[in-house]
Protein backbone atom coordinates (compact mmCIF):
# COMPACT_ATOMS: atom_id res chain seq x y z
CA UNK A 1 0.00 0.00 0.00
CA UNK A 2 3.17 2.41 1.00
CA UNK A 3 4.15 1.96 -2.62
CA UNK A 4 1.35 2.23 -4.24
CA UNK A 5 0.43 5.98 -2.60
CA UNK A 6 4.58 6.31 -3.17
CA UNK A 7 3.91 5.63 -6.66
CA UNK A 8 1.00 8.28 -7.31
CA UNK A 9 2.91 10.49 -5.61
CA UNK A 10 5.96 10.42 -8.16
CA UNK A 11 3.26 10.09 -10.92
CA UNK A 12 1.61 13.49 -9.82
CA UNK A 13 4.87 15.06 -8.67
CA UNK A 14 5.87 14.07 -12.66
CA UNK A 15 2.59 15.80 -13.67
CA UNK A 16 3.13 18.96 -12.17
CA UNK A 17 6.56 19.28 -12.58
CA UNK A 18 5.69 18.84 -16.35
CA UNK A 19 2.60 21.16 -16.55
CA UNK A 20 4.99 23.82 -14.28
CA UNK A 21 7.29 23.66 -17.81
CA UNK A 22 4.44 24.15 -20.02
CA UNK A 23 3.99 27.79 -19.31
CA UNK A 24 4.25 30.50 -21.44
CA UNK A 25 3.63 34.09 -19.69
CA UNK A 26 3.69 36.89 -22.76
CA UNK A 27 3.69 40.43 -21.55
CA UNK A 28 3.10 43.52 -24.05
CA UNK A 29 1.96 47.22 -23.80
CA UNK A 30 -1.76 48.50 -24.86
CA UNK A 31 -1.55 48.66 -28.38
CA UNK A 32 -4.71 48.91 -30.06
CA UNK A 33 -6.64 47.76 -32.38
CA UNK A 34 -3.72 44.58 -32.13
CA UNK A 35 -3.74 43.97 -28.72
CA UNK A 36 -5.28 45.86 -25.62
CA UNK A 37 -7.13 46.04 -22.01
CA UNK A 38 -10.70 45.05 -21.83
CA UNK A 39 -12.72 44.35 -18.62
CA UNK A 40 -9.24 43.87 -17.10
CA UNK A 41 -8.69 40.85 -19.30
CA UNK A 42 -5.80 41.24 -22.29
CA UNK A 43 -7.85 41.41 -25.47
CA UNK A 44 -7.73 41.95 -29.09
CA UNK A 45 -6.78 39.80 -32.54
CA UNK A 46 -3.03 39.20 -31.77
CA UNK A 47 -4.31 37.65 -28.01
CA UNK A 48 -6.20 35.58 -29.56
CA UNK A 49 -4.29 34.08 -32.07
CA UNK A 50 -1.50 33.56 -29.45
CA UNK A 51 -4.39 31.70 -27.08
CA UNK A 52 -5.44 29.83 -29.85
CA UNK A 53 -1.64 28.86 -30.70
CA UNK A 54 -1.20 28.09 -26.99
CA UNK A 55 -4.46 25.73 -26.73
CA UNK A 56 -3.29 23.59 -29.74
CA UNK A 57 0.47 23.31 -28.51
CA UNK A 58 -1.30 22.39 -24.67
CA UNK A 59 0.59 25.31 -23.25
CA UNK A 60 -1.07 26.83 -20.76
CA UNK A 61 -0.36 30.72 -21.56
CA UNK A 62 -0.73 34.24 -19.52
CA UNK A 63 -0.66 37.28 -21.07
CA UNK A 64 -0.35 40.71 -19.06
CA UNK A 65 -0.33 44.56 -20.65
CA UNK A 66 2.39 46.79 -18.76
CA UNK A 67 3.96 49.77 -19.91
CA UNK A 68 6.64 48.85 -22.18
CA UNK A 69 9.66 49.88 -19.93
CA UNK A 70 8.26 47.39 -17.70
CA UNK A 71 7.26 44.67 -20.01
CA UNK A 72 10.83 44.64 -20.95
CA UNK A 73 12.46 44.65 -17.63
CA UNK A 74 9.88 41.27 -17.16
CA UNK A 75 11.63 39.69 -19.54
CA UNK A 76 15.40 40.97 -18.83
CA UNK A 77 14.88 39.54 -15.57
CA UNK A 78 13.08 35.60 -16.67
CA UNK A 79 9.95 37.05 -15.26
CA UNK A 80 8.46 36.90 -18.63
CA UNK A 81 8.88 34.45 -21.07
CA UNK A 82 7.43 36.45 -24.30
CA UNK A 83 6.09 39.59 -25.91
CA UNK A 84 3.41 40.17 -28.22
CA UNK A 85 2.80 41.98 -31.23
CA UNK A 86 6.33 43.63 -31.83
CA UNK A 87 8.62 44.54 -34.38
CA UNK A 88 11.98 42.72 -34.88
CA UNK A 89 15.53 44.76 -35.10
CA UNK A 90 19.38 43.06 -34.12
CA UNK A 91 18.99 44.21 -30.72
CA UNK A 92 15.77 41.89 -30.28
CA UNK A 93 16.97 38.99 -32.39
CA UNK A 94 19.98 38.79 -29.47
CA UNK A 95 17.78 37.77 -26.81
CA UNK A 96 14.37 37.00 -28.88
CA UNK A 97 13.24 34.07 -30.58
CA UNK A 98 10.59 35.31 -33.21
CA UNK A 99 7.81 33.49 -34.20
CA UNK A 100 6.55 33.85 -38.30
CA UNK A 101 5.04 37.34 -38.79
CA UNK A 102 1.29 37.54 -37.87
CA UNK A 103 0.26 40.89 -39.14
CA UNK A 104 1.04 43.24 -41.86
CA UNK A 105 0.74 47.13 -41.21
CA UNK A 106 3.03 49.79 -42.19
CA UNK A 107 4.45 52.92 -40.81
CA UNK A 108 3.37 56.18 -42.09
CA UNK A 109 3.18 59.94 -41.40
CA UNK A 110 -0.30 61.53 -39.96
CA UNK A 111 -1.00 65.12 -40.31
CA UNK A 112 -3.85 67.77 -40.05
CA UNK A 113 -7.13 67.41 -42.14
CA UNK A 114 -6.22 70.75 -43.99
CA UNK A 115 -2.66 69.73 -44.48
CA UNK A 116 -3.04 68.23 -48.10
CA UNK A 117 0.37 66.20 -47.94
CA UNK A 118 0.24 62.79 -50.35
CA UNK A 119 3.26 61.26 -49.07
CA UNK A 120 6.06 59.78 -51.20
CA UNK A 121 8.93 61.10 -50.10
CA UNK A 122 11.07 62.21 -46.79
CA UNK A 123 11.77 65.90 -49.03
CA UNK A 124 7.90 66.83 -48.24
CA UNK A 125 8.20 66.80 -44.69
CA UNK A 126 11.36 69.02 -44.77
CA UNK A 127 11.50 70.87 -41.58
CA UNK A 128 8.56 69.39 -39.89
CA UNK A 129 8.30 68.48 -36.44
CA UNK A 130 7.19 65.36 -36.18
CA UNK A 131 5.42 63.30 -32.74
CA UNK A 132 6.98 59.69 -32.40
CA UNK A 133 6.48 57.58 -29.49
CA UNK A 134 9.55 56.35 -28.11
CA UNK A 135 11.52 54.44 -27.10
CA UNK A 136 10.20 51.75 -30.02
CA UNK A 137 11.25 50.88 -33.18
CA UNK A 138 8.92 53.50 -34.59
CA UNK A 139 11.40 56.02 -33.37
CA UNK A 140 14.26 54.41 -34.77
CA UNK A 141 12.86 54.49 -38.13
CA UNK A 142 11.56 58.01 -37.95
CA UNK A 143 15.38 58.75 -36.28
CA UNK A 144 17.21 57.09 -39.65
CA UNK A 145 14.74 59.17 -41.94
CA UNK A 146 16.16 62.28 -40.02
CA UNK A 147 20.12 60.86 -40.79
CA UNK A 148 18.90 60.24 -44.19
CA UNK A 149 17.80 64.13 -44.83
CA UNK A 150 20.35 65.10 -43.20
CA UNK A 151 23.37 63.12 -45.57
CA UNK A 152 20.84 64.61 -48.51
CA UNK A 153 21.30 68.25 -47.77
CA UNK A 154 17.56 67.90 -46.97
CA UNK A 155 16.48 70.62 -43.88
CA UNK A 156 15.95 67.59 -41.71
CA UNK A 157 12.62 66.67 -39.15
CA UNK A 158 12.77 67.63 -35.60
CA UNK A 159 11.83 64.54 -33.69
CA UNK A 160 9.50 65.05 -30.89
CA UNK A 161 10.11 61.73 -28.77
CA UNK A 162 6.76 60.80 -26.87
CA UNK A 163 6.66 58.92 -23.41
CA UNK A 164 2.88 57.28 -24.90
CA UNK A 165 1.78 57.66 -28.50
CA UNK A 166 -1.80 59.15 -28.04
CA UNK A 167 -0.36 62.60 -26.58
CA UNK A 168 1.29 62.97 -30.26
CA UNK A 169 -1.70 63.37 -32.21
CA UNK A 170 -3.46 65.69 -29.27
CA UNK A 171 -0.57 67.90 -29.83
CA UNK A 172 -0.71 67.36 -33.75
CA UNK A 173 -4.94 67.88 -33.97
CA UNK A 174 -3.79 71.61 -31.46
CA UNK A 175 -1.41 72.64 -34.36
CA UNK A 176 1.46 72.44 -32.32
CA UNK A 177 2.89 69.55 -34.34
CA UNK A 178 3.10 69.38 -38.03
CA UNK A 179 3.16 65.56 -38.04
CA UNK A 180 3.12 62.03 -35.50
CA UNK A 181 4.92 59.01 -37.53
CA UNK A 182 3.13 56.08 -36.40
CA UNK A 183 1.98 52.48 -36.95
CA UNK A 184 -1.12 53.33 -39.16
CA UNK A 185 -3.72 51.51 -37.99
CA UNK A 186 -2.74 52.55 -34.16
CA UNK A 187 -3.14 56.07 -35.39
CA UNK A 188 -6.31 55.36 -36.69
CA UNK A 189 -7.57 54.01 -33.85
CA UNK A 190 -6.02 56.54 -31.71
CA UNK A 191 -7.95 59.64 -33.85
CA UNK A 192 -10.96 57.49 -33.40
CA UNK A 193 -10.99 57.23 -29.63
CA UNK A 194 -9.57 60.94 -28.90
CA UNK A 195 -12.43 61.82 -31.29
CA UNK A 196 -10.44 64.43 -33.56
CA UNK A 197 -10.59 62.39 -36.95
CA UNK A 198 -12.24 65.63 -38.68
CA UNK A 199 -8.70 67.15 -37.18
CA UNK A 200 -5.68 64.37 -38.23
CA UNK A 201 -5.78 61.73 -41.68
CA UNK A 202 -3.25 59.64 -42.81
CA UNK A 203 -1.22 60.84 -45.19
CA UNK A 204 0.65 58.14 -46.86
CA UNK A 205 2.80 55.25 -46.02
CA UNK A 206 6.87 55.34 -45.55
CA UNK A 207 7.53 51.70 -45.05
CA UNK A 208 5.79 48.12 -44.83
CA UNK A 209 6.26 45.85 -41.70
CA UNK A 210 5.46 42.85 -39.86
CA UNK A 211 4.59 41.74 -36.24
CA UNK A 212 5.04 39.00 -34.66
CA UNK A 213 5.40 37.30 -31.06
CA UNK A 214 9.18 36.89 -29.36
CA UNK A 215 9.77 34.18 -26.71
CA UNK A 216 13.13 35.16 -24.69
CA UNK A 217 15.63 32.31 -26.00
CA UNK A 218 16.88 31.63 -22.70
CA UNK A 219 13.77 29.61 -21.71
CA UNK A 220 14.51 26.82 -19.91
CA UNK A 221 12.68 24.28 -22.15
CA UNK A 222 12.65 24.78 -25.87
CA UNK A 223 10.86 21.82 -26.62
CA UNK A 224 7.78 23.69 -25.62
CA UNK A 225 9.01 26.60 -27.66
CA UNK A 226 9.15 24.26 -30.81
CA UNK A 227 5.94 23.01 -30.09
CA UNK A 228 4.05 26.75 -29.70
CA UNK A 229 6.35 27.14 -32.81
CA UNK A 230 4.70 24.39 -34.84
CA UNK A 231 1.24 25.12 -33.50
CA UNK A 232 1.49 28.31 -34.91
CA UNK A 233 2.95 27.60 -38.44
CA UNK A 234 -0.44 25.07 -38.22
CA UNK A 235 -2.86 27.21 -38.00
CA UNK A 236 -1.48 29.85 -40.23
CA UNK A 237 -0.87 26.98 -42.94
CA UNK A 238 -5.10 26.07 -41.88
CA UNK A 239 -5.94 29.70 -42.09
CA UNK A 240 -7.47 30.07 -38.87
CA UNK A 241 -5.11 32.21 -37.57
CA UNK A 242 -5.59 34.92 -40.67
CA UNK A 243 -9.71 34.32 -39.97
CA UNK A 244 -9.41 36.28 -36.48
CA UNK A 245 -6.88 38.97 -37.87
CA UNK A 246 -9.42 39.60 -40.76
CA UNK A 247 -12.46 39.58 -38.30
CA UNK A 248 -10.74 42.76 -36.60
CA UNK A 249 -10.21 44.59 -39.92
CA UNK A 250 -6.79 44.15 -39.35
CA UNK A 251 -4.17 42.88 -42.74
CA UNK A 252 -2.82 39.09 -41.99
CA UNK A 253 0.62 38.61 -42.81
CA UNK A 254 1.30 37.19 -46.29
CA UNK A 255 2.65 32.69 -45.83
CA UNK A 256 6.41 32.46 -46.84
Known amino acids: MRYGLLALLVVVMSVESGSAKDRLRF ?3 EFAPF ?10 PGRDVIAMVCRKAGI ?5 IYPWRRAQ ?8 D ?14 LRFS ?21 SSNQVAGYRVGVFAPSNTART ?27 FRKLSAGRLDAVFSNRDRGRDIIKKE ?30 VDRFFESWEALFDEGAAQKIIRAADLEPAPLH
Open 60 to 64: DCSYD
Open 142 to 168: LAAIRSLMKQNGITPIEIDERPDDSSG
Open 195 to 224: KIVAKVRYAGQHKALFYYAGIRKAYPDQRV
Open 35 to 44: IYGENKQVAG
Open 27 to 29: VTL
Open 82 to 95: GMMVIGRNPDREKW
Open 73 to 80: ALMDAGRA
Open 100 to 120: PPMFRTEYGFFVQSRNLLDYK
